[in-house]
């Protein structure tokens, strides 16, 4: 049986390879699937579509352009896996977290003990908290093996 | 035609108490819905039910009550004002839009123009992105006018 | 028993009133909504909202204010009418009829014979098509009475 | 990870084949579903049918079947493009971005700029609006890639 | 607490009286609601819609029309009761078991024992099968007691 | 592009043969399910089950089990054929299609021009209506192409 | 606001008088629901219809009655209470949580600490733990204050 | 046709792999699926998660790790088997029941007849109880065959 996990959140670190390859050592049936984590390309990603925009319209034309992939993403997994990293905002990762409560899509948080207190709402509706990549791949191992 | 619009995020200002001045001054046929605001009281609803504890689970049990208040008003409004101050992560603020866009529950944000960029995927998701209490009290004169 | 109908569409006659007086003079207990139907107004929704802007996002913020409207009444409403004219390309209607339709709300068009082959596939998943207003009073009286 | 792309609109022009050639030359793995585009047999759909009909009823006949495949393919599609062309009063399209809209499946609209007004409805409700077909093979190659 | 009970079927008898008579007795606090049960206004209900037609086309627009009525009014139900009697064929009122089933809204039906086998489909998604008007009302007055 | 067709109603003649044997000649990409159309097998699908009985429970045991398997294919199905033959009550058939209607399913129904009148709600939730299986495979050619 | 809270569960103990008399002092705006609560009175909820029976299909004739009730209820509340007492399987009430559980309503379950690992998957779906009637109200009191 | 079916419930007897065996030997082409089905791990699967807890909280971590298989597997299920043995409460196994019923997901129970009348509830939301493993392999085989 094939399972789908998407990964949202943080794109400055490399959690997603470690997942990516301790799930692949540990011959785990998963696609996984993500937002795309080129920052500079996300920024850009309605640059080429009219009207030719700065600051807020910019924004919100490449964010339509990355939610037709994020959306869609979320609607097709199985899991989600939302990180938080210990700098930025990141509050397209909360929002991605309150859509799969939402949904029903079951999602692990992944982020240090020092988020906790900020997180709690968001880690409340998750079904685990987890601190590092590995135990990620080892609940995922548990859960699909 | 009565409307319900439910006001979501920041805790440490006035903005909920304009907002509502502004709309009964004008007359508008709303009822307000909000989050328990009292950040100790919020931080401790769980606190009268057993295990005793102390960080994560307290905050987990804490954040399971007033999911049940704050999900239901959700699910129970017309729209939702979500307001992100210029301090704290404020994470519950995004994590309430993602709720809405998956539920289909117009909003408007509330922010100050310094948070464009980071809430630019909240932000795609809105109806309409206001700076004041001022503004927002006067789109919702205008749409249920 | 109550019923919500809303009156989708044209909004250069006066079609809306010649319904609500119909309805009115038989005593059906219907409470008609709209969207904004003054046309400078509708199109100025979002010009109090920054950033101030022409063209093609003047017409965008206008356009998600004016759907915080629209869509919370097509959601609340028992019925909708949906009236096309002989003049301007009318798609925001033939978008709430499509709106209709995925939402299983019933709906009863208004429209010349002239309009039949290019409306024929919003017709087709209408329950009635009209072309008088009265015809649209007689059906309502017929359906709740 | 394949996907399901539905070309909605106009079909005058070669528009789709621009896209499902240019998609193809990048070697996108997308599958183009579409309406039946041949006018004249769209119209007949419904003739081999009983009751033999002219107007109103044939138009109806015609539609409820185009309808099976139209609904049918919106409904497993990942994303629609949705084309207006600047001939013809094009409600269908209007009708199936409205579908799109409440099943919240994500679109991209393809027109002309002189068609913003009109469709400022249609493109509040897209993720994306594209002035060409090569601007669409762009976008779709920058969301699944 | 109110409660709205939908009576479906059959129009050639009495039986919507005798529940609505028994539970008027009785005290309950139940809204009915039904079909329209005039069957030549109900052959007749789209009759003052053109085209004007005959047959198929006739008994397909009066169809729609009731439509309207039937469909909402199952919506906006507790319950519903759904009745067959021992002639004509009754295919509606078989239809609109299958909604309710589909919808998930527990009914009823009424019908002579010498109709369970070729009703056992429609039976074994009801909740109960009652034989006599009587019996449906002891089952509402326990039901909401 | 591969589509589910689910063939529901009548068991006596041999019309799913000459849909699916129509269907094939024309090389059409469906897969056909269907109820189990063996009667006496169809009655008996509880038997094997306790408790024993007959009559009332008989029918409710095996219908119970039949509904496993008619309610997950029309779940599955893309469309749905209903048809209704000459004799028999066949409220199966048409509470399948209330099914259809409620779920979103489209669906076909076949049958003759007598049963015109008794099936007018079904036909007109339906997107066709033909009188012999090839009509059925010309739309499903048509639909699918 | 006006509040609905289901009361589910346990039928042999005074909570849901202490439970009401508690909100009642409190002066909360809620609304409580229950299951019919006299034992015997729904073990019989179906003798009333035919076919006359024992055991198996007794308690299935009287679960469907039931279960008109229960669910309506469900569906209807904002929360539900779920009781587990010290005897008896109590499986109905369990039953009630998982419907809970998929409709996305808050739940609070009471029982005492004896039953925290068997009772672990319906606890870990709840918004909250209570051991006393007490804690309930003032759960109720803090959410809905 | 692919089947897929969720075998639910206790897991101190050998009923999955009679069934499984069972549907094996009669060359039924059915995926099977469970929940992990070892009792000390499953207790411990949050184990490898912070924060250490004993008690209540380490039964609520490790039964958020199990519902993200559990749930899934109930949504990706065409039908669930769900067994009850002599002995536990098994509350885990109503639960999973409730989450069908709510969800659609047709189900067969699987008890010996001493539970019938604590069972009431649950089998009568069911499609059919079995009393065997080898009866669920009848059942299975005549429903997909």
Redesign the interface.
């Known amino acids: ?1 094939a399972w789908t996990v998407y990964l949202s959140g943080e794109i400055h670190t490399d959690w997603r390879e470690k997942i990516e390859q301790g799930a692949s050592q540990r011959g785990l049936d998963i ?1 996984f ?1 993500s937002p ?1 984590t080129d920052h500079a ?1 996300s920024d850009a ?2 640059d ?4 030719v ?1 700065e ?3 910019r ?14 993403l979320i ?1 097709r997994c ?2 989600a896996v939302i990180r ?1 990293g210990d700098k ?17 899509k ?1 999602y ?1 948080t992944l982020h240090d ?1 020092a988020l ?16 590092t990549p590995e ?1 990620v791949v ?2 995922l191992a ?4």
């Open positions: 049986m696609h699937t795309v390309a990603a309605g080429l579509l009219e009207p925009s600051g807020y319209w924004d919100h034309k490449s964010s339509g352009v990355n939610a037709m992939r994020t959306r869609n609607g199985d899991f938080f930025y905002r990141q509050w397209n990762a909360a929002f991605d977290a309150g859509m799969c409560a939402a949904l029903g079951p692990v003990a906790i207190h900020p997180l709690k709402e968001v880690d409340q509706a998750a079904q685990a908290w987890a601190q135990q080892d609940i548990y859960v699909i093996g």
